[in-house]
Each structure stands twice: as C-alpha cells, then as structure tokens.
C-alpha cells in the first residue's frame, strides 16, 4: 500500500511543475533531438551487427550539447511532440501492443489504475484485462508467470510496482529467467520485459529506495538497460520489447516528469549503445540514469571553470558499450563514474573492471568511481541527500583528476 | 489401507470413489475427494508427531482426518480400458521404471554426476496423466523430471543422452537431470528449485488462455500440467498460483505428487493440515484425492480434471497420495524412512498392480507383458549405447545460449558486436 500513495503523492504524473529535481533538468538533450529531427530518421534500429560501422554509429548516436545554453528551445518547437517521461515509456508500448498481439502488460496495478507512475494509463481500456493484466499482489509468481506465457509465445512486459518488489522475484528472475534459455539448450526463449521505477527518491524510506542494478547484474543471460530521458526511453522500452533476450528495464523515481520534445516518427534504440551527452576533450564522465542530471549540472560549473567534460550516459548497464566508453578514453585519457548504485559490487564497479582490463594503456589517471554510499537509504532529507553523489562532488572529482 | 493393491484384484473395475449422492464431477467440483482411506496417508502414527517432544510445545493431537469416510463405490463405465489402452499405460510405466533402474546403475558407474532424482514407485502419476494430453499440451516438472519427459514423448536416448551430459542430450547436455526441456514435446522443465515451475506453468496456462480470448485462435484449447511434490505445498508459489489460476480460470491442474517426504521432513511434521486436496476448494476450484498407487484410479481423475480444463472450466488440485521406492536422490542414503512403512507401499507397486488387473481381467497375458519388458529393454540398452557413444559438448557450445540474441553480448572495444568474434563460435570468449 505504501507504494500507492508513493505513486500519487511523490510523483504526480500530470504536474508539470513536478519536482525539484526534474526542473533543473529539463533542457539537457532538447537541442540534440532538433538536430536529428532535421535529419530525418537517423534514429534506425540497429538488427544487424555490420551495420556497426565505427564512422557512422557514433555521428548518428551524438547529442553534441547537453549543457544547456540560451535560445536552444526555438528551434525544436517545429516538429515532434512534446511529453513526459511516463508518457513516453506509455506511448512506446502502446506502439509496440498496437504492432503486435502477443505484447501484454502484468503486474500490480497496471490495468484499472493505470500503473502507479501512469505508464500503462488508458490501456486496460484500450487493449482489455487479459492484455493488460491486474495481477494480485504475489511478484514471484507473476514475474514466474511472464516467463512462463513468455517461452510459450506472448512477449509480457512484467511491471514491478517499484523495483524493490522484484526482490521477491529474485529467484524467478535469476534462475528462470536468466537461465532457462541456456539450460533448455535454447530451446525456449525468454522474450520478457522487466520494467519499473527505481533508484532514490525524495524520502520514501529504505526499501522504496532501492538501488537494485548490482544486485542484477551478474545474472547470465539478462540485458540491463536504464532510461533517462523521454527520448531514449520510449526508444528502449520498444528496443526491449522486440528483444529476444530477457530486459530489465530501469527507471526512475524522480525522471518520470522530465518533459521533451520527441520524433512524432516511429523510433527504436539499441539497447547496447550509450549516449553522447556532451563531448568533450578533458575528461570523460560515465554516468545513467538520474545521475546524468546531476552530471550534467556539475558540468556547467565545469565548463564555467574552462574544463571540458566529456559526459556518456551508457544506458546499456549490461553489457557496456565498450566502444563508445573507449573512444572516449582515448580522447580525454581520464575516466570519472558516477553512479547511484550500490559502491560494493555496483555497475561502477564493474565499469572501472572493464575500462581497466581493456583500455589501462590511455589512462593518464587512475578512475575515480562516485557511487551513493553503501547504507540503507535514509528516511531524512538531509541524510538522503548525503548518501547519492552531489554535484559539488563530481566538480571537485574532475578538478583533482585534471590537476 | 483400503487402496490397497488388491483392489485391483476385483473382476470388476474398481473406479475413483465417486460419493454415492455425488453425480459427477463437474456437478459438484468441491466436494470430491478419494474414497477408501479412514485415516489419512499411510506413515506409522509415530512419525506424525514426535511422541516424546524435546521441549513441552502443546500441540493437539488432531491430525486424523476429518474428511474421507469410507463409502461405497460404484462401478463407473469410465474406468474401463481397453487392452490398448492398458498396455500402452504398462508400457510407459515400464518404461518409467526400467529407465530409473539404469539410471542408478549408469550413476554408479560414473556415467553420471550431481543429482539424480529417481522417480521410481511414482509412475501412475506420470502415467496416469500425461497419457491423456495431446502433444501440445504443457507439462511442467520439478527435479525428479525423467519419467515425465519420457511420458510426455522425449525419446529415451535424448533423456539420457542429457544425463550422461553429452551434445545429443534433449537440453545439449546443458540442462542435466533437473533440467529437462523439450519445445517439441512442450516439456518446459525441469525446475530444480522447490516450487518455481508452478509460476511458469501458470504463464503457459495463461498463454493457453490468452491465445484463445486475445489472439482467437479457436483451436487453443491447450492444458498445462503443473507436477509437484508434498514439500512444495507450503511453499507460497504453491497458494499464490493456486489463487491465480483459480482466479482467471486457467486451463492448469495442479498435480501433488504426495510421496509423504520431502527429503528427510515427513509431510505430517511440515504441514498443518496434511490433506493437501483440500486447499483447492478453499481457492474456489475442484480439489480431489485419489490413490496414486493406481494408475487406473489416477487416469481417472485425470480425465476429468483435462477435460474440465480444456472445456475452460477452470483448473483443478488433484492430490495423488503415492511413495517413493528409492531415496530422495542417489546421494541420499535413505535411512531414516521406516523400513516397515517402505515394505508397505512396496506391497503396492503401481507396476504389479496393473499387471495383475490386467491379467485377471484377460485383458493381457503374461506373454504379452513380458515381451513389453523386453522391448524396453532393447530400447534403454540402445539409449544407454546411444549416450555413452555421443560426443561431448564442444568448447563452442559454451557461449551459444546465453542469449536467444547474442548482440547481448555487447559491443565490443572495435565497434563491433562482440558475439562477431571469432573467440565466441569457438567458446574461448571472455564474458
């Protein structure tokens, strides 16, 4: 029941004025989505792996300037739709489940009340409650039951109410859905979507805040992606739909109003690739999620103070697109993460693993992770506050490491 | 015991006790419930509660059931069988036990490693309901999975090809004992954790459901068997898919094997009220009980419980009261088990027990039986020749079902989808 009241008290999904947080955002990528509309559809879904050609991939993917500067919003009034975060990530399944039949929608609340951020709001209506199923309170054996209708020919996106109630999934979402691809010797597939809010909110106590990625991350055989923007999530919640593969799709708490201008054409992101934030040629800051706000914040004090960060949104949180992180630290040579997961096993972690057993030799600096602290969430504002990376943080980090 | 073996013993067919003021089935759902038992299961009183409790813990004394009365059975035109019918039911059991026999002394001579789950005694449960299923009908097992494969129609060699973990294995020798599969025999597992196959079958249930009321595809009418033991049924999956199931009228039965253990924990310790059959009603769907030491008595109650499912009435809790010959696995010494209570139900051998019906009712002849016998023994010799010569799983294999799409590897430090390299068709990736 808490979440209920999380649901309509915390983030009201059709106030605009919405939260402290999502208004200090609400520009960054704007100017980005007016130069790929200009060009037309760039925004290809990439089914085939030759189409990889190093040249093009990262022209097409670059959001050139995400800090956000005066006059950028005029251009992008032309075309596109303007929305919210939710009603992107609604807008992308509704597409994907008018394409396609076999697309149907479980979990606690997702029919009659519309989810509790609003995401599947109008399509119980639309769609009937056998395509949009309500389910009892019960997540392991409705996540069980996805996969399940998923190795016999539906394509279920399970919604967790929030993402900390699918720890009592855990066990269907790691042995069975991680596995029983591989155990079946690919005989059954497991085209399932796992989809829900996560991350820190503003004082919604220890177990509402849960910063789940580590503890998913080791799972075989399961994609892990995180949105951040209206944009690119509406494009991986279809990515992630049409995926063969099993998905867990992460949002966040505090995005679900971010508002932006989007193609009104169909579009659909890879789910392996990262995102140009901002290039640039001193620095590069890895960061997902609600942390490429406050990234990119920092950077606007960074670039007042003449650093130039480069900033990646991976967005893939498994696997990395190693690629995009590499070229990137071939340029700048230094390598800052910043995360909200867990410090202690965390997708940071896991990033700093990787960067060094593949790119060691263009380091000039060892890499800086900023994780949030390994502590329950604190119920206090001033103590929430304190455990996720702040922007004075990342400004201080990129000062010492470009010392 | 009234469900004794010598029932079968009686020139008429002896049918699932049908109350005598119950019609059928289907006209009262809730209150059918197996006949003949005046007590509750078959373990020794001792073990239902410790006589002499360590600590003073007041428990009341009331296991003895309340629920079954001895009543009179009727005869039902249904039980009868034919003599195709019966000998493919002696087949398949055959089968079921002769393939379990080898397995254990192909374990022991190292032909297979881990655990091993034998299904031995149990075989009217696999017998009794997947003989009555279509091809595309779903079953959903737990660890102790070999004989439901072979029942459902995974041929012998694939099954133990899988055991002995070689490439030709029904699962590429990926999946092991608890880890059958077969999409041809829509066999989806094999799930080795207490319980978790339930959810998944209440999802195949589902899809049944949803092909039908969604996609309208008129001729799914497709019903999925969900096997499971007595431990699983204090398990929350167990009461939170009985609850879903019920709820959306999925076309699912829920089929307890109840051999009275899981493991070394007798079902009258772990369970408070020990008639499992009766939480079916207690969810508002049909909850039987019936002897699953005859395979005729089992197909019986089978037959009603698919048929209701497949005419979308809704699923059904069939408990089916049997025993295990062996221990629990091939590492399990079984030494806790009284012996008395093992020489019982070994009086009551499924297996003996449809032979004898068979041939005091002139519906096989000795000759017939054994050479049934020894056609499944060519046929285990074969598998066992089949496994033993199959090659092992290549390196290359390694990598190959991790994803269903392999750009889930990623992308690698070139650009280039990692899966691409050469290193993961060969299995030498790192990943």
Redo the contacts between chains.
Sequence with gaps: MATLFQGVGAVTPFSASSSLDSNKLLLPSRKSLSISDSRGSIFVYRSD?LN???AT?KQDLLIPNAVATKGETSTSAKSGHELLLFEALREGLEEEMERD??V?VMGEDVGHYGGSYKVTKGLAEKY?D??VLD??I?E???????????????RPIVEGMNMGFLLLAF??IS??CGM????????????IVIRGPGGVGRQLGAEHSQRLESYFQSI??I?MVACSTPYNAKGLMKAAIR???PVILFEHVLLYNLKERIPDEEYVLS???AEMVRPGEHITILTYSRMRYHVMQAAKTLVNKGYDPEVIDIR?L???????I?CSVKKTHRVLIVEECMRTGGIGASLTAAITE??HDYLDAPIVCLSSQDVPTPYAGTLEEWTVVQPAQIVSAVEQLCQ | MSFSATNFAQPRPVPVGIRSNEKSLSSDPFRFRFRGSPSFLGSPHSLRFNPTPPLKLAIPHCRRSTAAAVTDVKSSANMLITKEEGLELYEDMILGRFFEDMCAQMYYRGKMFGFVHLYNGQEAVSTGFIKLLKKEDTVVSTYRDHVHALSKGVPARAVMSELFGKATGCCRGQGGSMHMFSKEHNLIGGFAFIGEGIPVATGAAFSSKYRREVLKEASADHVTLAFFGDGTCNNGQFYECLNMAALWKLPIIFVVENNLWAIGMSHLRATSDPEIWKKGPAFGMAGVHVDGMDVLKVREVAKEAIERARRGDGPTLVECETYRFRGHSLADPDELRDPAEKARYAARDPISALKKYMIENKLANEQELKSIEKKIDEVLDDAVEFSDESPLPPRSQLLENVFADSKGFGIGPDGKYRCEDPKFTQGTAHV
């Design positions: 792996a990889l050609k190093a991939r039949p076999r149907c009937g056998l395509r389910t009892p019960a392991n054996s409705f996540t069980g039951m996805g996969i399940g209708a998923a190795m016999t020919g539906l066990n269907q042995n069975n029983l691809h591989y155990t079946s010797g690919g005989q059954f597939t497991i085209p075989p055989g994609q995926s063969e593969n789910l392996e690739e893939s498994k696997p990395f697109d190693l690629y995009t590499g593949n790119f």
